[in-house]
Every structure is written in structure tokens, then in C-alpha cells.
């Protein structure tokens, strides 16, 4: 046997040795904290809710305050990620992340209220999808080294959950007509937002993975920190905001 081709046998056996060890934890393990983080997700849901009914400056002042405790949590992870970087660099870093942040908080202030509606929900939809997905599914780990517990087969979920939870709103808005071509089209843009927010989730996980911490904070049970809640929230919030100002008929 050649040796790329015994090199390619070992990484297969590797995978399904991960993926049945994955199969093999009960589900009952794997969601064990699912009641926290129900409860948690209920009371966010509240505040969220309340602000959105509210509208104007309450709406506005909860994204305000929403976004500055994220950049406290993501400048304080950026600063232990960059302990051994220079003064510059870290500098820079927050820089980044006030922009980031602020962009994305903008664009939730600036968006109606029904299209924020759906940016909530199909970010929802995601985490939801490719919690339930990969824990009931298990499987090959997307980026192990960077964040352990997404598998493949959650993001498909939330692929799957975001997209219909597009095509639900824009039934909605057109009827009948949304079982068509641009039917297709909002279930593709609903499953295309699921991997932004899965990139915005990666993309904390591996701040955390550099700074050694598990979570942004501790301030949301079952959930950690703010940033740890709306990782995926804020990178859809600007794709989201620039599909409505720039590409929306």
C-alpha cells in the first residue's frame, strides 16, 4: 500500500474513531444543561422583547447598553489574547473591536423593527438548530483546535433552521409566491447568515482559546458572558444591514 494512501486510512479511521466516540455519550449527558440555558434564554428573551415593543430610544439605549458590556468583554479578551504581543498590536485589536461592534450595533438601531425581528430570529434559529443537531448528531469537529464542540452536523442544522426560519418571514411579507425561485432565494440567504454567524462564534472562540478563558464573563447562566450570547448576532446584524441598504429592491 502506498503511503498517502496509508496516510489517508489513518485520518479516516481517526474520524470515525472521534465521530462514534461522539455517538457514544448519551443524550441525555449531552443536554444536561439545556434547562439553564432554556431559563436564561427565556429571560434574555424577555428584556429583548420588551425593548423591541418599547421601540425608539428604549430599543436604541438596550442595543447601547447591550454593546458596550460585549466590548468591555471582547477588549478585556483581546488584551489577555495579547499578553505576550506589543502595546501596538493590542491597540489595534481594540480598535477592531469597537468598530466591529459598533457597526454591528448601528445597524440594528438603523434596521426596521420587522427586519431586526428576523436577524433575532434566524440567529436563534442557528444556535438552536446546531445545538440540538450537533449534540443529538455528534460527529467530525469543524475546527476541534478552536472550538471543540461544533461538529459538521450542527452547522448543517443551523443551516437548515435559519433558512427555514428565512423562508417563514418572507411567506409572510409575499404568500404562495414564496414557494418559488426567490423562495430558494430567502432560504439561501437565511442558511448563508447561519455560516456568518457560525464564522462570529469561531472567531470569539479562538479570542478565547488565546486569552485561556472558557467565557467572555460569568454575568448569563448556561450562557457565559454578553459577548458569548451575541458572537453570531453581530457579524449577521452588518451582512443583514448591508443586504437591506445596499441590495434590497
Known sequence: MAAGELAENRKRDRVKALAMRAMAVPLSVRTSD????????VVMLALAGTALWLGG????GFV???????????????RRAGRAASTALVLFGCAVAILYVGAASAMLIELPIPVVLGVIAIVIATDTGAYFSGRSIGGPKIAPRISPSKTWAGLGGGMVAAGLVSLGFFYSNVGERAFSLMGAGAFAVGAGLAVVAQ???FLESWFKRKAGMKDSSNLIPGHGGVFDRVDGMLPVAIVAGLLWFFAHP
Open 34 to 41: 439545556l434547562p439553564k440555558r432554556a431559563a436564561s434564554a
Open 57 to 60: 430610544l428604549w430599543f436604541d
Open 199 to 201: 464564522a462570529g462564534d
Open 64 to 78: 447601547i447598553l447591550v454593546a458596550a458590556i460585549c466590548l468591555f468583554e471582547a477588549v478585556r479578551l483581546i
